[in-house]
């Protein structure tokens, strides 16, 4: 029952920047990874970056790799998004994925638009 929560979405033009957060809406128990995914329509939703809980280390998308940073706040159970140099091929939903052991968590996605 319990849902992740995006936000920071939005419009942005190439070259700029966009921050996009992610947390739980009620208690739940410290996951082991969390990441961030994305979807056009059209094509199946790839994972963009993952973060490991306990140690923080990170895994990216080719495409994203000097462009894009994840982050954690272990306390707060919050993940975030950092975007820069954002290109229109960027665009597409954004979603929030949290995992413990086998069960997984999602957000319902938040909007990203790079666009002149």
């Known amino acids: 029952q319990v849902q992740l929560v995006e936000s920071g979405g939005g419009l942005v033009q190439p070259g700029g920047s966009l921050r996009l957060s992610c947390a739980p809406s009620?208690?739940?128990?410290?996951?082991?990874?969390m990441g961030w995914y994305r979807q056009v329509p059209g094509m199946q939703r790839e994972v963009v970056a993952m973060?490991?809980?306990?140690?923080?280390?990170?895994a990216y998308t080719d495409s994203v790799k000097g462009r894009f940073t994840i982050s954690r706040d272990n306390a707060n159970n919050t993940v975030y998004l950092q975007m820069d140099s954002l290109k229109p091929e960027d665009t597409a939903v954004y979603y929030c994925?949290?995992?413990?052991?086998?069960?997984?968590?999602w957000g319902q996605g938040t909007q990203v638009t790079v666009s002149s």
């Open positions: 973060i490991f809980v306990e140690d923080g280390t990170t």
């Open positions: 009620g208690i739940i128990l410290s996951p082991d990874t």
């Open positions: 994925n949290f995992r413990r052991l086998v069960t997984f968590y």
